[in-house]
């Protein structure tokens, strides 16, 4: 009963009734971890000795799960040495990010995201930090792997709220001036932008040999663009309104919004960066496969 408790919380629209981003972030990690059987903190880039009797006071980070699997008994790793990756979250929180058609919006998915992330780094003994940008950056957590810097990251993002416009690739081009140590820069955006300024942002890390994972936050309506009335659209950054009938000029713009993504997909290929589409509906583990896979990779 408490693994199917437990998994529910990988819908965004669970998460989202939860009641702050700590308690979100902890049960979409161990959502995820039940759901896997597994483990996602073993196997990277850390040794352990031993194992010894899960007791109290025992935190859920050092408990073998692919142990567990095999002998239905809970046993904790006993570590010889760690190697640590420092990882970046660079979260979009400008206006674009607030639209909603369901229950949770681009901006709140991103953030339960960044948290659930976060969580899991900082349980994997990784150096993670924030940055949380519109048109400039807000705020810049630089990533530390203590114990406390979880409470930093979780209470900044249980605060955010949707910013100004936007501006992806300055953004992008200022924080790869900043991180001057190789390690993972993680993008969560709805990349409502010039494509070629946020490349050519992307790039730069890439010159400065820094991992790149993009995840891209879409509603599902700003795809399928289902609506059916003749319908009055505002730009939620410029203000910009336009009327029109939705079913004139819907198949035009499924192929603009598709040729939008696979544009960015083919050109993040050829810089080596991982480029992940995700939807505000999508349970998210989707998401945390795709990191965990990446970090694997790193070793």
């Known amino acids: 009963m408490e693994s199917i408790d437990k998994r529910k919380y990988l819908q965004p629209e669970m998460v989202a009734r939860l009641s702050n981003m700590s308690l979100r972030a902890r049960l979409v990690v161990e959502g995820y971890i039940i759901g896997q059987h597994k483990s996602p903190f073993h196997g990277f880039s850390v040794e352990f000795a031993e194992h010894r009797a899960y007791g109290p006071g025992d935190e859920i980070r050092h408990v073998d799960w692919k142990l567990f699997a095999k002998t239905d008994r809970y046993f904790v790793k006993q570590y010889e040495e760690e190697t640590n990756l420092r ?130 936050i879409l509603d599902r309506k700003e795809l399928e663009f289902d609506f059916n009335d003749r319908t009055r659209f505002k730009d939620i950054e410029t203000g910009e309104l336009i009327t029109t009938e939705p079913w004139q000029i819907r198949k035009v713009y499924q192929k603009a919004v598709q040729a939008y993504q696979d544009s960015f997909r083919l050109r993040c290929r050829e810089q080596k960066i991982d480029y992940v589409p995700l939807f505000t509906d999508q349970n998210l583990d989707l998401a945390l496969n795709k990191y965990l896979k990446k970090r694997k990779r790193l070793g």
């Open 87 to 216: 990882s970046y979250i660079i979260l979009d929180t400008s206006r674009s990010m607030d639209y909603k058609s369901g229950s949770v919006s681009k901006l709140e998915y991103g953030n339960y995201l960044a948290a659930a992330l976060s969580y899991l780094m900082l349980n994997q003994q990784d150096g993670v930090g924030l940055v949380l940008f519109d048109n400039k950056i807000q705020k810049f957590l630089p990533p530390r792997s203590i114990p406390s810097q979880i409470n930093a990251i979780l209470t900044h993002l249980d605060n955010v709220g949707p910013g100004e416009d936007t501006n992806i690739g300055i953004v992008l081009h200022e924080m790869a001036e900043r991180i001057k140590k190789r390690g993972l820069v993680i993008l969560i955006s709805d990349l409502l932008d010039e494509p070629d300024t946020i490349i050519g942002g992307l790039k730069h890390f890439r010159h400065n040999k820094q991992e790149i994972i993009v995840f891209h």
